[in-house]
């Protein structure tokens, strides 16, 4: 490696975008693109109930595709695209890759706003059986994760899939690096998981309100401040932005400003802890004269037991192999009462939205001279 090949890997380290996964990023999605144009014939098929106003009488389909562990490593191996040096870097073994891919009547994205695809994923290992092991021939391999996919797109793309490979590289990638940060922690520390982190994705996903909207917006908020979560969103925004023919900072902040990372910084940014107070004090109907009490009520249990309710999760993920530290949780100063709590948060996820903002236009240089 000379020395210009050496100053751009630190630079790319330091920017969140790692070389490191760049290799299995574009083999992944080469391996789902050609999975569905070989075998979109051949996938089991469902249609779907169409819950949009105007498109209830027409259909959807649902195709589903699994592949394999063996199949994943096999396409992965063989890819012209692999290289043995590369890999070692981030050796990715056998993994469990499924996805479902479900078509929509042409019209129907545009009138409600949306782009497609719309592509949700998730990455998902147990810290349990976590482990770095060798294999003859191969040596270290790291192969404790699998991925899952949702696909949603126009009917019409499936003539072209191509169209989807962009959207579909980004979501990998956030993926991906998901599995990259669990391998160098693991490999630096030997310890496993997000630690505390992991115990607020799980505690926000628990902790949802069945009687008010504000509260789960932020639970969500919480989601995207993770920084573990931001890092991952690095990656994801670099791929998603890289072919877009950017060639000032002008085009950098339009294209940044349709993606979903900015709609998530914004999230974070307009966050108010006033309209959390106001939320369980308007009457605009019977049923909220009805269910503001159970509001304010939760509200306040919440509060007063947040940091009880965090030990419980974290203790369920120490005893399911979760690496998690000892935390003491929020003050009882700020739980005195939730405007002073919910200020709290207010300010940290305004410092948040200000990191991931600093994140993004660092990428700007790397996208300009790739």
Same mark, same amino acid.
């Given at each position: ?55 209830? !009488?027409?259909?959807?389909?649902? @195709? ?26 981030? +050796? ?16 129907? &994205? ?28 191969? *040596? ?47 490999? *630096? ?18 902790? #949802? ?13 919480? @989601? ?5 979560? #931001?890092?991952?969103?690095? +990656?994801?925004? @670099? ?5 877009? *023919? ?39 109907? &019977?049923? %909220?004269?009805?269910?503001? *009490? ?16 965090? #030990? ?10 979760? %690496?998690? !530290? ?21 300010? &940290?996820?305004?410092?948040?939205? %200000? ?8 990428? @700007? ?6």
């Amino acid at each position: 490696m000379n020395l210009r090949q050496r100053i751009k890997l630190i630079l790319n380290e330091a920017l969140g975008v790692p070389d490191d996964i760049d290799m299995v990023v574009n083999i992944y999605t080469d391996l789902i693109i050609d999975t569905i144009k070989n075998d979109i014939d051949k996938a089991d098929v469902n249609q779907v109930q169409i819950n949009v106003e105007k498109y209830e !009488d027409e259909e959807a389909f649902k @195709y589903d595709f699994k592949i394999s562990p063996k199949e994943s490593w096999e396409y992965l191996k063989n890819s012209p695209l692999f290289n043995m040096e590369q890999w070692k870097k981030f +050796p990715t073994f056998i993994n469990r890759i499924s996805f479902s891919l479900i078509t929509f009547p042409d019209g129907m &994205f545009e009138d409600q706003n949306v782009t497609s695809p719309q592509i949700e994923a998730s990455h998902v290992f147990q810290p349990s059986t976590f482990q770095v092991r060798e294999v003859k021939k191969w *040596g270290e391999v790291y192969s404790i994760s699998s991925y899952d996919f949702s696909i949603n797109m126009k009917e019409s793309e499936l003539d072209d899939i191509e169209k989807i490979r962009t959207k579909l590289k980004s979501v990998i990638a956030h993926e991906i690096f998901h599995s990259y940060q669990l391998y160098k922690k693991y490999k *630096g520390t030997s310890k496993v998981g997000y630690g505390k982190e992991a115990v607020m994705n799980s505690f926000q996903q628990i902790l #949802q309100s069945q009687w008010n909207p504000e509260w789960n917006k932020f639970m969500r908020g919480i @989601y995207y401040a993770l920084r573990f979560e #931001q890092q991952a969103r690095t +990656p994801q925004l @670099y791929y998603e932005l890289k072919d877009k *023919g950017i060639k000032s900072y002008e085009d950098f902040m339009e294209e940044l400003s349709k993606t979903e990372y900015f709609n998530e910084m914004n999230f974070l940014r307009n966050f108010s802890a006033q309209n959390m107070i106001d939320s369980v004090k308007k009457i605009e109907s &019977f049923d %909220d004269l009805i269910f503001q *009490g159970i509001k304010s009520q939760e509200f306040k249990e919440n509060i007063e037991n947040w940091n009880d309710y965090l #030990q419980i999760v974290a203790t369920k993920l120490r005893a399911n192999g979760v %690496d998690v !530290d000892n935390f003491k949780g929020i003050s009882e100063k700020v739980r005195q009462n939730p405007k002073t709590f919910f200020e709290y948060w207010e300010k &940290f996820f305004e410092k948040r939205a %200000d990191e991931m903002f600093r994140r993004a236009v660092r990428l @700007y240089d790397k996208i300009k001279e790739d």
